[in-house]
């Protein structure tokens, strides 16, 4: 009986001995593997995790495999978009803060890291980005020495492995960082000693560098001359070589197509021109400086699609907020700013779409950015519901404001549906009727099937008529020369920027049955129910308006059978209610019919009905409607006029045909296409219509047979007139491919 006492009073020391042995472990090494499981668990399926938590981990007690892909999974992902939680340009933005932690895991904190990982992490795919990440920091720093340090020591790794494949793809990467640097020389060397692998896409990527390495010198005719000697060489090696994928869809024939495009369009129109360098300053309104701001010069080709990790010109701001690009392409880009929560919150940067950056390859170009503060709303505001039939919106006054202008949107949980109400405002504050609001349209159906989509939402039909619906607004305000100084509606997150919600609810009104059946998705039900009460009252607003949203579910899938079976509900509601969005679609509506009788008979209507200068747009439109009724002097007038007051340059290409028919001197039309930029991507064949370099193109095939300009006028002509059979057979016929390609993109961009 001792015995096994004794033996059980053993095994309960050794028991105790060894739980105070395991704590210790536990909190050493189990501890840290929990920890890590669940950082797994919580990056495989989305949810947030914070950088504290992940800097903690790298420096507890984990395996050297589990650190290194940590550092793989966190701060290598090679994944652009990661690097800012908002992409702010002209064109868009684009923000990425709901689907990450933040703040981001800053430069200086990932560093170390990083410099472990090239040092003695693993030799795959992610040494690349590692070396590439350093290599990029030196750049920035201008610490040359330091790039080819970081250099060797990663060529000299890989080629003790299995894994020296991976060298050409890094010099190629780094010959592409001392362009980008403006380390000709350096740049120069690597090429030189690059023995290419034999394959055609490597082979094409070295003439590329090769050719931006000319260009870098200045010898812009030479650099054209190489790429596309290159480009023919690229396109026949890549059908000897039996490649399945079309050679256009490689990335290094769209670089050099893209380089080939911007070479023709820079070296013709100016001459003599050389690579210049773009700079400028990131601040505050205040002159506070942001600093590691990402700057990206985007190709106007480019300006439409998100960032990309390969973007040519891409850097980030010092210590007082400057930037530079250096041999920087004649051609015309846009400035995209990539910023961190923290770095926008309570601000906002007023750049529009037609804001271009031009370079000519003359001087250099000065191009700074300017954060302004967010204005703030006072009322309605912070979930306000609201019954009156009129309703009082007030804001900050701005400095500098001659006026302002509203926006309102419908939000859901997920989405917000927004329409801009298209009035000047000159105070800092507006009474609105509420039936003003329930006029503003959001959606046009063309067809039932549209109505089958996940995303289409019935609620939007009803716009900001639904009493159950949840809204918002946003005011805007604008200098005395059409210029946005600022908004209300921007980043707001921390305490003190966040101030008043511009949130409401519209109460006055109760929903009736037909709204029911559109609520619960029965449109046809709903449309027929709305038809019935107009049977019995032909002037209730409300189904006036349901009816024209509606009625397009009847249509055939096209815009133009949607305005034909819209437009009688849209002048009995512009008839009963005067307002001018009613009219402004009645005007659309004829000008897409070409009935100008009709058209200026509605546009002296919409004039009587704003009491209030037309704004700069729709001036724009009547004077397009004016060119096509054979009123040139007086359109070319009104287009002028439209453009000086800020109505965008949308139209500009109508302008410039115009003073071309005219008998302006090519000059002063090249001028004007300078003065007033407009580039966009047609669906047509045309691709990005840049007007200064079609104009360009014209004055030299003019120079060159003085006759070209009558060709030229015979064709306007036709366009004019809108004798689209006499076109076509004037485009067959005409063997000037800078007139044809003038015409495409008048007719594209109409």
Excluded: C
């Amino acid at each position: 009986m001792r015995n096994n006492i004794t033996l059980k009073v053993k095994h309960l020391i050794m028991i105790i001995t060894g739980v105070f042995i395991l704590l210790p472990l536990a909190s050493i090494y189990l501890m840290p593997q929990l920890e890590l499981g669940l950082v797994k668990y919580k990056h495989t399926n989305g949810s947030g995790l914070g950088k504290d938590k992940i800097l903690e981990l790298l420096e507890d007690k984990i395996l050297p495999s589990q650190k290194y892909h940590l550092i793989e999974e966190h701060f290598l992902t090679g994944e652009w978009m990661d690097d800012y939680a908002i992409y702010v340009g002209p064109s868009m933005t684009t923000s990425v803060a709901a689907d990450r932690d933040w703040p981001l895991i800053s430069w200086e904190e990932k560093q170390p890291y990083i410099e472990d990982y090239l040092e003695n992490g693993p030799l795959n795919g992610y040494l690349e980005t590692a070396v590439i990440e350093l290599a990029y920091e030196a750049v920035r720093e201008e610490d040359d020495a330091r790039l080819q340090e970081i250099y060797h020591r990663a060529v000299e790794r890989l080629e003790k492995s299995e894994h020296s494949y991976i060298i050409p793809e890094l010099k190629f990467s780094f010959i592409k960082l001392h362009l980008q640097a403006g380390n000709l020389a350096e740049a120069k060397t690597l090429l030189e000693h690059f023995e290419v692998p034999d394959h055609a896409y490597a082979k094409a990527q070295k003439e590329q560098y090769e050719a931006l390495l000319l260009l870098g010198n200045g010898q812009l005719e030479e650099a054209l001359e190489t790429v596309q000697q290159g480009l023919e060489e690229y396109i026949a090696a890549w059908e000897r070589e039996g490649q399945e994928d079309p050679v256009e869809q490689t990335g290094v024939y769209e670089e050099m197509k893209k380089l080939e495009n911007h070479l023709l369009s820079g070296i013709p129109a100016h001459g003599v021109a050389e690579v210049r360098k773009v700079s400028g300053n990131m601040s505050r309104q205040d002159g506070t400086p942001i600093k590691e701001a990402g700057v990206f010069l985007r190709d106007a080709a480019d300006v439409n699609s998100s960032i990309r990790p390969d973007e040519w010109y891409q850097t980030t701001t010092d210590a007082a907020g400057n930037y530079e690009f250096a041999g920087v392409i004649p051609g015309d880009y846009q400035v995209f700013a990539g910023f961190q929560v923290e770095q926008i919150d309570g601000y906002f940067w007023p750049v529009e779409m037609n804001d271009w950056v031009r370079i000519d390859g003359t001087e250099n170009v000065q191009y700074d950015i300017t954060l302004a503060p967010l204005l703030e709303v006072n009322a309605p505001a912070n979930e306000a519901i609201l019954e009156e039939e009129t309703i009082d919106f007030s804001w900050e006054a701005v400095e500098g404001a001659a006026y302002y202008m509203l926006d309102f949107h419908i939000e859901e949980s997920e989405v917000s549906y927004g329409m801009s109400w298209d009035r000047k405002v000159e105070g800092n504050q507006l009474s609105l009727p509420v039936e003003s609001l329930y006029n503003i349209y959001l959606n046009v159906l063309l067809d039932i099937a549209e109505t089958k989509n996940d995303y289409f939402n019935p609620a939007t039909m009803l716009g900001f008529e639904n009493p159950e619906g949840h809204y918002s607004w946003n005011v805007k305000a604008f200098d005395k020369n059409g210029n946005l100084i600022t908004q209300s509606n921007g980043y707001r997150l921390a305490e003190e920027t966040i101030g008043n919600l511009p949130t409401m609810y519209l109460k006055q009104r109760e929903l009736t049955a037909e709204d029911e059946l559109l609520l619960a998705g029965e449109l046809e039900q709903a449309l027929d129910g709305y038809r019935n009460v107009l049977t019995s009252n032909p002037e209730d607003l409300h189904s006036l308006r349901m009816v024209a949203r509606l009625i397009g579910i009847e249509a055939d899938g096209s815009f133009s059978t949607t305005q034909k079976l819209q437009q009688p509900y849209y002048e009995q509601l512009a008839g009963l209610t005067a307002d001018p969005i009613y009219i402004d679609q009645i005007l659309r509506f004829y000008y897409e019919e070409s009935d100008w009788e009709q058209f200026e008979k509605w546009y002296q209507k919409y004039k009587r009905s704003l009491k209030e200068t037309i704004d700069p747009h729709t001036k724009s439109i009547h004077a397009n409607a004016l060119l096509f009724q054979g009123e040139y002097e007086a359109a070319a007038d009104l287009h002028m006029e439209a453009l000086q007051e800020g109505s965008g340059h949308h139209n500009i290409g109508n302008l410039l045909a115009l003073e071309i028919y005219l008998g302006t001197d090519l000059d002063e039309v090249y001028d004007l296409a300078r003065q007033y930029p407009y580039m966009e991507y047609t669906t047509g064949n045309v691709g990005v219509v840049d007007w200064s370099v079609l104009i360009s193109d014209i004055k030299k095939a003019v120079n060159e047979h003085t006759r070209v300009i009558d060709i030229l006028h015979e064709g306007l002509r036709f366009f004019f007139k809108e004798q689209g059979a006499k076109l076509e057979e004037w485009k067959e016929q005409t063997e000037q491919a800078p007139l044809t390609k003038f015409i495409h993109a008048l007719e594209e961009v109409n």
